[in-house]
């Protein structure tokens, strides 16, 4: 385990084939069958080190169902991923895409920073034991993830990685939250900062429709796109391209404990109270998770 403090830096010839004929026919001329030939060997998978090995790792063979909603393979070809890259995830929550992320950087000599909970005072319990439980999975196996770097980001943090040494920022389905805890403008600048010039910031969000009014606290879960572009456009970010890769037009975006009633929470009763076992899930599960945008920005050359 290494947690991560501001200074530091861290084919056949055309000869072979005619003499394995001519033994052919020698054996046929002795009264001996050939040998039959050995069946082709089928590819066992996708290359060692491979984007796509990495999504079809069997290490995560426990998240892989949500693969048909998140499109990671696709999200993360969008936003350019290269395996050399060092990288800063902005909370990794209990580290769904970083199963995928680390081992690639790993194999790839890139490096992976998990810029996850604060958990100085005054921390919230619940963050502090999922931080917990992220840090002991994913220092377990270096093997597999390599050295994860362990930074924090929240209200009174410092930079998440050494100044200007990113290649790629994410934001996976967080802003939300930062606009209810009002830090979502320290993100957006934290991550500027974090990022080289042409540095990229990958953000997916569930979207918000342009008709349906915005609350500052996001307490739906659902943030406007025009809204995303404002605070990224304030922060230094450049606009470069949008995808629909995980869009679901069936979400409504009305759901009467907010995304959170969707899948995968599928939660039944407000905040504070016992989950409602006469809730009926059905309907949600038939919606699937959320509509998401999916942006791509640039930190200026």
């Not at 290494?2 to 001519?22: N, Y």
């Not at 034991?129 to 980001?153: H, I, K, P, T, W």
């Not at 996976?172 to 042409?198: V, Y």
Request: negative net charge; proline residues 9%.
């Amino acid at each position: 385990m290494r947690h991560w403090t501001w200074p530091e830096r861290k084919g056949v010839s055309r000869r072979a084939m005619l003499s394995g004929a001519a033994t052919i026919l020698a054996l046929a001329g002795c009264g001996r069958e050939p040998e039959a030939a050995a069946a082709p060997e089928l590819p066992a998978g996708p290359p060692e080190g491979s984007l796509e090995w990495a999504v079809a790792g069997p290490w995560r063979a426990a998240d892989r169902a949500r693969d048909v909603w998140r499109h990671p393979l696709e999200t993360l070809r969008f936003f350019g991923l290269q395996p050399a890259m060092t990288l800063v995830e902005f909370w990794p929550g209990s580290g769904w895409y970083t199963e995928i992320l680390a081992p690639y950087l790993h194999k790839g000599e890139g490096q992976y920073y998990a810029a996850g909970f604060a958990t100085g005072p005054g921390a919230d319990p619940a963050q502090v034991a999922l931080s917990a439980n992220f840090e002991r999975r994913f220092s377990a196996d270096e093997r597999l993830y390599g050295e994860v770097m362990f930074s924090q980001f929240g209200a009174t943090t410092g930079p998440v990685c050494p100044a200007g040494e990113a290649d790629m920022v994410l934001f996976m389905r967080n802003i939300h939250a930062w606009m209810a805890a009002g830090i979502a403008e320290k993100a957006f600048a934290d991550a500027h900062a974090a990022l080289r010039p042409g540095g990229v910031l990958g953000i997916e969000q569930h979207r918000l429709g342009p008709d349906q009014d915005q609350d500052p606290a996001a307490a739906n879960g659902y943030v406007q796109e025009t809204f995303v572009k404002q605070l990224a456009a304030e922060a230094g970010f450049i606009f470069v391209a949008a995808s629909e890769i995980n869009a679901n037009e069936d979400d409504t975006k009305d759901h009467p404990f907010g995304v959170e009633t969707l899948p995968p929470r599928l939660v039944t009763s407000a905040p504070g109270t016992p989950p409602d076992p006469a809730f009926d899930s059905a309907p949600y599960r038939e919606i699937g998770e959320s509509d998401r945008m999916t942006l791509k920005f640039r930190k200026p050359e």
